[in-house]
C-alpha cells in the first residue's frame, strides 16, 4: 500500500499542488496527469523520498517512508525519462551493472534473455552510442523485465518506442500488476493496462 495524505508542493515562490492525497493497493496503477510545470516530476521525486513536501506525508505498507529510508527504496524501482545508460558500455554491461548498482542478482543468462525480449538481440555487445534513440530506450527498459521490487515508478516510460514496443511495455507493466505490484506512471501517450486497476490523478 502507498499512500499519500495532504501533500503540499511550493517551488520558489509557487505552490504547484496543496492537499493532495491517494491511496494506492496492490494490482493498481496510479496515472499522473497535467499539464507541464503542474508538478508531476515533483511528486515523482517526493515519492521517491529524494524531495521533502512542503506539508504532508507519504507511507509505505503504513509506515512513513522518510522512517523507512533504504527499506523503502529497497522496494522500489525508478525508471526516469532519460535512459541513464553509459554510451561506451554495451546494452549487456549496462543492465549488468544496474543490476550490481541495485544490488540485484542477475544471471548473464536472464539479461541475455531481457535484451531479447525488448529487441537487441544481436546489438547487446554493440556499444550503447551507436544504437538509435529508440534501441537505447530499449536498453533501459531491459531492466524491468525481470524486475520484482514491488513499487515501480516510470517517469515517461514510453518516450522514443515505436507501436510494438509501447504495446510490448503496457504487457510487461500489466504482468507487473497481475504479480500483486504497483506503479505510479506519467505519460502523455494514450496507453492501454490491460490488467489490474488504473487510477488516475490529475495535478494543476
Not at 530499449?138 to 520484482?148: F, P, Y
Not at 507501436?163 to 510487461?172: M, T
Request: net charge negative; charged share 25%.
Amino acid at each position: 500500500m502507498l499512500e499519500a495524505d495532504n501533500l503540499e508542493c511550493v517551488r520558489g515562490e509557487r505552490r504547484l499542488f496543496a492537499g493532495l492525497g491517494f491511496r494506492l493497493a496492490a494490482g493498481e496503477l496510479l496515472h499522473l496527469q497535467g499539464r507541464n510545470g503542474a508538478g508531476k516530476t515533483s511528486l515523482l521525486r517526493m515519492l521517491l523520498g529524494l524531495l521533502p513536501p512542503e506539508a504532508g506525508e507519504i507511507r509505505w505498507q503504513g509506515e512513513a517512508i522518510r522512517k523507512l529510508a533504504e527499506d523503502y527504496r529497497a522496494d522500489l524501482c525508478y525508471l526516469g525519462h532519460l535512459n541513464a545508460i553509459k554510451e561506451e558500455l554495451t546494452p549487456l554491461e549496462n543492465l549488468l551493472a544496474a543490476a550490481r548498482l541495485a544490488d540485484e542478482d542477475l544471471p548473464e543468462d536472464d539479461a541475455l534473455d531481457a535484451l531479447e525480449q525488448v529487441g537487441l538481440a544481436g546489438r547487446e555487445d554493440l556499444a550503447c552510442k551507436y544504437l538509435s534513440q529508440g534501441q537505447k530506450r530499449r536498453v533501459a527498459l531491459a531492466r524491468l523485465v525481470k524486475e520484482r521490487r514491488p513499487l515501480w515508478i516510470l517517469d515517461e516510460p514510453f518516450v522514443a518506442l515505436d507501436v510494438a514496443a509501447v504495446d510490448w511495455l503496457a504487457g510487461l507493466i500489466s504482468g507487473h500488476l497481475q504479480r500483486g505490484g504497483l506503479a505510479v506512471m506519467t505519460t502523455h501517450q494514450p496507453v492501454s493496462i490491460a490488467a489490474g486497476a488504473v487510477r488516475e490523478l490529475r495535478l494543476g
